[in-house]
C-alpha cells in the first residue's frame, strides 16, 4: 500500500482527516463492525484461547467520541455476543462533551471489573496551527477523569523550546482542573526518520520535567500506511 502525504501542520495520519482520502472511509453497521473486529482476533474472542489473556480494544480515529451512541451500541452487541473485551482505550483529542447515554452505560461497565482508559491528545498551536479555544476543553476532559481515573495525557511535541513550553502551559491549565492523568511526550512526525531526528531531545526533556516518553511505534513498523 502507498504511503501517504506528510503534512508540515495537522495531524500526521492524514488518512483521518484530509477531505481527499473521505471515499475510503468505511460506513458500516455495528453488527457488520462486531464481525470485522471479531474476524480479526486471532482466536475470534478478547480473551485468547491459548494465552488465557484479555485483548485490549483500542478505538481511536479520527476522533472517536463523535461516535458515542455507535460505541455504546457496539459493545451492546458484544455484550450480547457474550463476548464483551474487558479493556477498552478511548483515543481522543479531548474536546467533546460525553453524553449521558455513554456515561451512563460505561459506569456500568467499570462498576463490573472492566477498565476504560483515556488516552487524551490535546493538540498544541505550536504543532498543528489550530488555536487553544477550539483544542482546550478542560471541562470535558474533567468529565472523562471523573468517569475513569486510568488515562493519560499525551502531547505530540517537537525538539523547539515553543512546543516544549507550550505543553507545560497546557499541563498547568489541566491540573487546576484537578486532572490527574500521567503526562505523556510524543515526538512529531509521521516518518520513522522524523522520529529519529528529535526523539532523544524529547525524551531528554520528559525526563527532566518528570514525564513519560512514548514512541510512535507503528511509524518505525508499518511508515505512514492507512490501517496502521
Given at each position: 500500500?502507498?504511503?501517504?502525504?506528510?503534512?508540515?501542520?495537522?495531524?500526521?495520519?492524514?488518512?483521518?482527516?484530509?477531505?481527499?482520502?473521505?471515499?475510503?472511509?468505511?460506513?458500516?453497521?455495528?453488527?457488520?463492525?462486531?464481525?470485522?473486529?471479531?474476524?480479526?482476533?486471532?482466536?475470534?474472542?478478547?480473551?485468547?484461547?491459548?494465552?488465557?489473556?484479555?485483548?485490549?480494544?483500542?478505538?481511536?480515529?479520527?476522533?472517536?467520541?463523535?461516535?458515542?451512541?455507535?460505541?455504546?451500541?457496539?459493545?451492546?452487541?458484544?455484550?450480547?455476543?457474550?463476548?464483551?473485551?474487558?479493556?477498552?482505550?478511548?483515543?481522543?483529542?479531548?474536546?467533546?462533551k460525553?453524553?449521558?447515554?455513554?456515561?451512563?452505560?460505561?459506569?456500568?461497565?467499570?462498576?463490573?471489573?472492566?477498565?476504560?482508559?483515556?488516552?487524551?491528545?490535546?493538540?498544541?498551536?505550536?504543532?498543528?496551527?489550530?488555536?487553544?479555544?477550539?483544542?482546550?476543553?478542560?471541562?470535558?476532559?474533567?468529565?472523562?477523569y471523573?468517569?475513569?481515573k486510568?488515562?493519560?495525557?499525551?502531547?505530540?511535541?517537537?525538539?523547539?523550546?515553543?512546543?516544549?513550553?507550550?505543553?507545560?502551559?497546557?499541563?498547568?491549565?489541566?491540573?487546576?482542573?484537578?486532572?490527574?492523568y500521567?503526562i505523556?511526550?510524543?515526538?512529531?512526525?509521521?516518518?520513522?526518520?522524523?522520529?529519529?531526528?528529535?526523539?532523544?531531545?524529547?525524551?531528554?526533556?520528559?525526563?527532566?520535567?518528570?514525564?513519560?516518553?512514548?514512541?510512535?511505534?507503528?511509524?518505525?513498523?508499518?511508515?505512514?500506511?492507512?490501517?496502521?
Amino acid at each position: 500500500m502507498t504511503d501517504l502525504p506528510v503534512f508540515e501542520k495537522g495531524c500526521d495520519s492524514s488518512y483521518s482527516w484530509a477531505k481527499k482520502y473521505k471515499h475510503l472511509a468505511q460506513s458500516k453497521s455495528v453488527s457488520e463492525t462486531a464481525n470485522e473486529l471479531e474476524s480479526i482476533l486471532p482466536t475470534k474472542t478478547f480473551l485468547h484461547s491459548h494465552s488465557k489473556q484479555q485483548i485490549h480494544l483500542c478505538i481511536t480515529g479520527g476522533e472517536p467520541l463523535l461516535q458515542q451512541d455507535n460505541i455504546v451500541n457496539l459493545f451492546k452487541e458484544f455484550k450480547t455476543r457474550n463476548n464483551l473485551p474487558k479493556f477498552v482505550t478511548f483515543e481522543t483529542n479531548g474536546t467533546q462533551k460525553l453524553t449521558p447515554e455513554f456515561k451512563n452505560f460505561f459506569k456500568e461497565y467499570i462498576a463490573k471489573g472492566n477498565e476504560v482508559f483515556f488516552s487524551v491528545s490535546p493538540k498544541l498551536y505550536s504543532i498543528t496551527g489550530e488555536k487553544r479555544d477550539k483544542t482546550l476543553k478542560p471541562v470535558y476532559i474533567k468529565e472523562y477523569y471523573e468517569l475513569s481515573k486510568q488515562g493519560q495525557l499525551k502531547f505530540v511535541i517537537d525538539n523547539c523550546q515553543t512546543s516544549q513550553n507550550e505543553l507545560d502551559d497546557v499541563v498547568s491549565i489541566l491540573r487546576q482542573y484537578d486532572i490527574w492523568y500521567n503526562i505523556w511526550c510524543m515526538p512529531s512526525g509521521a516518518l520513522k526518520e522524523q522520529q529519529y531526528s528529535i526523539a532523544r531531545t524529547v525524551s531528554e526533556f520528559a525526563s527532566q520535567k518528570g514525564y513519560y516518553t512514548c514512541a510512535r511505534v507503528h511509524t518505525y513498523l508499518f511508515g505512514n500506511e492507512i490501517g496502521t
